[in-house]
């Protein structure tokens, strides 16, 4: 049987740079070098930042430029192991069980059968560990579980193995590039930090952003790309309930191209506003602070 040969995830930053970009996803020199390691390493890569940086869409950036497929745990409060880990298929167990009442089946007979993968429900955790493929496994604003969640992560993330007592411990074959994202809405325990590479995203510098969009939005033209990045940036210096993302600044261009605006003057901004800002007080403030109405 012939050995298969793992292909390395990144040659080097520059490589990561370089593939990311040609995805749509602008790096800087920290962000090329801790992906490039989480790779090497083969250790799980811990993103934090504000909602809207790009911690998300980094990982879905790795999956495309590698060729990988994107395995998602999106955590949120209440995620117990069923959802995450695995369960088992208790409405075909007791089928099963139906089935060979009458039969000369002892019970250890039948538990033994229908403990089987025939009756398991992988979930992202396990799907991602039993893959022979290369995976990137995405768990997603871990910060919204409980405290308890990560007890159930220390072991996946520390081995690349999960124990299922019916069948015995489940070893990763293949190592998945693993990014945990995080809004820093609480303190994550310092075990599962010892086990990450960490990197820290916050929004662009305007000359960043500016590249960003026009990477995005090539047809928008650079004096309106300038000064809508010079807006968001002043938006982002309120105290709103929700700052602009990257995203949505990109969704704002693709609006400005939509309704060939080729400047950002008061009236244009106000009646784009709700692009950017999702929240009817974010706008009231925006529109008191910037001044948009005599």
Known sequence: MRETVEVPWFSSPDDVAARLSATGYLTDPATATTAYLAGALEKP?????????GKTELAKAVARATGADLVRLQCYEGLDEARALYEWNYKKQLLRIQASQGHDTSWAETHDDIFTDEFLLTRPLLTAIRRDEPTVLLI??????????????????????????????VTAVRRPFVVLTSNASRELSEALKRR???????????????????????ELEALVAEQLVATVGRLRDLELKKAPSIAESVDWARTLVALEIRELDDKAVDDTLGVVLKHASDQERAVRELRLRK
């Open 140 to 169: 997603d604003e871990v910060d919204k579980t409980d405290v308890e969640v990560e007890g159930l992560l220390l072991e996946v993330l520390s081995d690349f193995q999960v124990t299922i007592p019916e069948l015995g411990t």
């Open 45 to 53: 890569l811990l993103v934090e930042g504000p909602a809207g940086v």
């Open 196 to 218: 990450c590479l960490y990197l820290h995203l916050d929004y662009p510098d305007a000359e960043r952003e500016r590249e960003i969009v026009l990477s995005q939005v090539p």
